[in-house]
């Protein structure tokens, strides 16, 4: 299932990048210029993760589960989508950019991504836990790439309250068609970000839950390439896939004691937005598609 998610996404960067290739629709149409406006986007994503080692650190343990596989927790489409109150549940993102220039922008946003161990798999294991601290006959001792059953009788690991990923980021806007009245134009969006990983991690160990705080756990970088459909130049519907790559080498594990688990992630996101241009200045020259 996950894999065809992730085929998907590879199709979604492919089917983006060809439009770069699309010639303009008439080298005399006329798009208006960015410059001098803010934009607002809002929307929610699919994230997939490719398998990792993640380090857990405690009192009683140090130990390292090799190549673990991961999925998000996308919510069901309900009326928690239009409740104010819950509309942040599900997985979301949101960004507020600037144009400095003709189609070039700075933004800053945060993408909430979801990611949790899948909660039954067989994994290879090495490190030390504690039989006395933890008397578990299938989970303690010495491993050395030790083949184990990952459930929740062992551990439930998961980024549930958020795998948040705070960034900044460079854009650059490529309008390529148009009406001929303007109302409603065509283009491409890439932007190379980087950010801080600030998780929520919850983490259940032999039974006893830790629901963490909020903290900064590392640093991530990604790419990201989107196709926009804009009205009346103050209004878009978006379409994006990114690609990520992150270092976590401080992931809180339980509440106010010092253990901690480290791990680096690759990840894929796509998602839709809605979004809108918010003038700033007077409105600039017009311009045409060969002066782009």
């Not at 894999?3 to 208006?32: E, T, V, W």
């Amino acid at each position: 299932m996950k894999y065809r998610f992730f085929l998907c996404s590879l199709l979604h960067i492919a089917l983006i990048g060809a439009f770069f290739k699309l010639p303009a629709q008439n080298d005399m149409i006329h798009l208006p210029s960015k410059e001098g406006q803010f934009y607002l986007t809002w929307g929610y994503n699919r994230a997939f993760y490719k398998p990792s080692d993640i380090h857990f650190q405690g009192d009683g343990y140090d130990f390292t589960l090799i190549q673990a596989r991961a999925e998000d927790m996308p919510e069901k489409f309900s009326k928690i989508y239009f409740d104010l109150s819950q509309f942040t549940v599900p997985q979301f993102q949101f960004r507020l950019g600037y144009y400095f220039s003709k189609n070039t922008a700075v933004s800053a946003g945060w993408d909430h991504m979801k990611y949790h161990l899948i909660p039954v798999q067989l994994l290879h294991m090495s490190g030390y836990i504690d039989p006395e601290k933890y008397p578990s006959t299938n989970y303690t001792g010495n491993f050395t790439d030790t083949p184990v059953l990952y459930t929740g009788e062992f551990m439930d690991y998961h980024h549930s309250d958020g795998f948040n990923f705070v960034r900044l980021a460079i854009e650059q806007r490529l309008p390529f068609w148009s009406t001929s009245n303007g109302k409603i134009t065509a283009a491409m969006n890439g932007s190379a970000s980087l950010g801080a990983m600030i998780p929520w991690t919850d983490f259940t160990f032999f039974g006893t839950h830790h629901r963490n705080k909020l903290h900064i756990a590392g640093y991530g970088a990604s790419l990201s390439a989107a196709f926009r459909i804009e009205f009346l130049q103050y209004l878009f519907l978006q379409l994006s896939a990114q690609a990520g790559w992150c270092n976590m080498p401080d992931i809180m594990l339980e509440d106010h004691l010092p253990s901690r688990a480290s791990q680096k992630i690759t990840f894929l996101e796509r998602s839709w937005s809605i979004g809108g241009y918010i003038p700033f200045r007077k409105k600039g020259n017009d311009l045409r598609v060969d002066q782009l």
